[in-house]
């Protein structure tokens, strides 16, 4: 695998700055030196929020300003043993014990974003989705969500721990962007990232079912849901584990991209790499068809739609919050809700 001598610096508590451009706090990831040979400025970097800000400043847009720099550089690396050529074998993925997930799939009353869930789609559904996906509790910022990714042999790569609100269903990124991962809050030495597609578990369980690919996991696990007759699967961002390592389980599957709002140019960049491996790949670009100017610079998803008409749920949870004493009255009467087919 090529090794790049500048990238950006990988993420542990604190290495996240201010967007020299949007002002965002903790969003700002810089650029390193592989070799620690070269401390680039503080701009030198690229934000989070590709679709609202967009700023990202490379290595090669410095070294273009400053050429004395790059010559600086390209004379160090002339006075430098040229490395080998042989190309290297590809690090194996580390993995994380099930048990420690297997933890983590209770402690709901205090995960916010499962407190979402039930007022939107109800508690046994809820309790469903969460057990089908792997969704965990972490302790971190009182009772984030956890995103297990767990590949198709059942094995562990690692958990992304986000914060949500309990109301709107948002992630909390303020006053700064509440994202960690499983392995680094472990502290694991010698751990080897390789991501896989949040829901992976999932493909041999459903072997016939069209796959449909979404950016966030909480987008797919609203639309698993709504649209339960094919198996939702996410990339965990954008790129996430957007790359031909990952894609090699979707061999022989019917694939279908359902970016978010802005992306659609992009995913339609991965279909060549996609028809290698999978029976047939498609992006939808349905969002793109009916969205409004104003949800486009948004960049809402799939999830946000469906859920913009309120569910039969979500209206009675909203009588409840205005009057409490409707939930006793369920309660005592054991009255459930009968939502029509």
Known sequence: MRQYKYH???????????????GRKACFTRYVDNDGRHVFPYH?????????????????DYFQENPQMFKAMTNEKQNMTLASSTPQRESQPSFIDKSVMERTLSHYSI??????LVRTIGKEEADRLCRLYRIGTSKKWGGSAVFWQVDCQGSVRTGKIMLYDAKTGKRVKEPQSHVCWVHTEMKLKDYHLRQCFFGEHLLPLYPDKQVFIVESEKTAVIASHFMPDVLWIATGGKNGC?????IHVLAGREVVLMPDLGATQEWQGKLPMLRKVCRSASVNDVLETIAADEQRSLGLDIADFLLMEDTPRMILQKMIDR???????????????????
């Open 8 to 22: 950006l610096e990988k993420y542990h508590t604190g290495s996240k700055r201010t967007c020299p451009k949007c």
């Open 44 to 60: 030198v970097g690229r934000c989070d929020h590709e679709r609202l800000c967009g700023y990202h400043f490379s290595p090669r």
């Open 111 to 116: 995960n916010p974003l499962y407190t979402f």
């Open 242 to 246: 957007f790359n031909e390592q990952a």
């Open 323 to 341: 009057n409490p004493a409707l939930q006793t009255l369920i309660d005592e009467f054991g009255l459930e809700l009968v939502e029509e087919p």
